[in-house]
């Protein structure tokens, strides 16, 4: 959902696009004058909660169908570039905040805040702040669908064999001096192959059998899963203003604090070193039992408390740092093909996605958090059919100036990169943390004048 990636060349996606559903054209509509819009999305979990929102809007609006075609991440982005550039796009497609710059940026969303003026359109019904992220002087480029915030997730098991008990994960403290008791519990819950735990004088740390804590280092220039939220409790600010600020601060020293108690959790055993990281996912290891705690978004609730997983997680507040608990919220939106032959009919959509009927659909299959506020309560009480208990992200949404926003700016592909590559130099111990992030915040500042 809010995970980082490169958009890969356009050439390398010419013949997987091929293989997706027509986009955009005159040849979608009927002989009897209705409508067929093409609506893209990446993810397979809520495909079927969008199509019972197609169902519901065509049977409100029966000239108008909506035809979805899902595709992988990595392959969602390389796909809509392509077709973007060839002039025959999905009439509407869902958007994120990293990407949806560069198509601002080229001519490629249309601007609906005349629509949402005309319909007279209840922007405070959303979490708040979600609907100023798609607006750019004076243009609206798309409206809340969702809502995401992070949290710890742990293998419950691991962590009741070494006496952690979920009361002991409620009210962590952090600080990047001495890890606070976040790092007591990471060392605790870290295992090596005699059995000896973290706390133990008797661990060894070149043999480590289950790592106490799974560290996030693709994670672009927004460390969402994992740094960038420790590093807003410990004081630090991505730029000067958001969205669309245009001088980063990743020269901070928070910053590189931060950075480098990660590191310091791979020199004492607790987290692995990343040269020698697994090629697999976090939530894989997680599943796999290497690794005892991590971060997540909600987006993941299913993964770690579905059918499917492998072991019994539970989820707990991010822990409480110098600058209090702060986790990255996030939210996409629906945004329209400024070429699209069928622009009202695509509104009409992108509206009924933005309501409380589509977005109670959604809530109530227990998959994602609507942006409308109204709407969460929905989701919470899908998941507690499930007997799951996600109340960790919810709370955290509505704590007063505990979320903030990861950036939106122009340039989002280049900041990615070159910060992801500082971090992952410091973190390989080719330079230090501070050079290296000072070096990379010049890059990036200098792709703005």
Known sequence: MTRTTRIGAALLSLAIAGGLAGCSGGDDSDAGGAVTLDYWLWDDNQQASYQ?????????????????????WTQYWQNLTTQLASGDAPDVWTDQGSYYPQFVGSGQILDIQPYVTADKIDLNQYQAGLADLFTKDGKRYGLPKDWDTMALVYNTTQLAAQGIKPADL?????????????????ARATVDTNGHNGLDPAFDKTKVKVYG?????????????????????????????????????????????????????????YSPALDKSSTLSRDALMNAGKGAITMSGSWMINTYLGE?????????????????????INGLSDAIWAGTEHKDEAWKWVKFLASAECQNIVGGNGVVFPAIQASTAEALAAHQAKKHDVQVFVDEARAPGGTF??????????????????????????????TALKKANDQVNTLFK
């Open 52 to 72: 019972a929102c197609a169902d519901a809007f065509t049977a409100a609006n029966p000239d108008i169908k909506v035809r979805i075609t899902q595709a992988a």
């Open 170 to 186: 409620t009210d962590l403290t952090w600080n990047p001096t001495d890890g606070g008791t976040f790092e007591k519990v990471i």
């Open 213 to 269: 804590y799974l560290p996030e280092w693709g994670d672009g220039s927004q460390g969402q899963n994992g740094w960038g939220n420790l590093a807003a409790a410990n004081g630090f600010t991505y730029l000067d203003k958001n969205p669309w600020g245009t001088r980063f601060k990743y020269d901070d020293p928070a910053l590189a604090q931060t950075i480098d108690w990660f590191k310091s959790l791979i020199a004492k055993g």
């Open 308 to 328: 499917s997983a492998k072991a019994t997680f539970a989820f707990a507040p991010l822990p409480a740092g110098p600058h209090g608990r702060k986790t990255a």
């Open 405 to 434: 926003f990861v950036p939106i700016t122009e340039h989002g592909n280049e900041v990615s990169q070159l910060v992801q590559d500082a971090i992952q130099s410091s973190v390989l111990g080719q330079t230090d943390s501070a």
